[in-house]
């Protein structure tokens, strides 16, 4: 049975806060909420977990992909696969009003070559749906 879920972490601006966030946190935050959310609907096994990661959120997708494996031993979760869909960053740009894709916090606009983006995607990490048996 799949179930659709939109639970959002928004990770913090500051690029020294996200450099600290650790993937087992993270991947230990998913089981629980992918848990929950199973046992809520009568959910006894979940087979696969489907998150969406910014990239500029910092986390390691090899990293959090290993940490997950770990951190849903002895749960529901044990075994489940976790598919990780990356999300582009983009930002808007206070000058010309352009929304534009981004490699980094620190991305000068690519249009007008001004220093004030706003990111509107990119920083988070959103468990979208699991899959699990009854």
Known sequence: MLYRLRKDFLLPNKSAIVKSM???SLAMSIV?????????QGGKIINHVE????????????????????AAQDSIAAG????????????R???????????????????????????????ELHVLSIIVDE
């Open 22 to 24: 650790h993937e087992m």
């Open 32 to 40: 629980e909420i992918a848990s929950n959310a199973a046992r809520s």
């Open 51 to 70: 998150v969406e990661v910014g990239s500029l959120a910092g986390v390691m997708e090899e990293a959090l992909s290993f940490c997950f494996a770990a």
């Open 80 to 91: 489940a696969t976790l598919k990780i869909i990356p999300v582009a960053a983009k930002a």
């Open 93 to 123: 740009c206070a000058d010309c009003g352009e929304i534009q894709p981004i490699d980094s916090f620190f991305d000068n606009c690519p249009r007008c070559q001004g220093h004030q983006l706003e990111i509107i995607q990119g920083r």
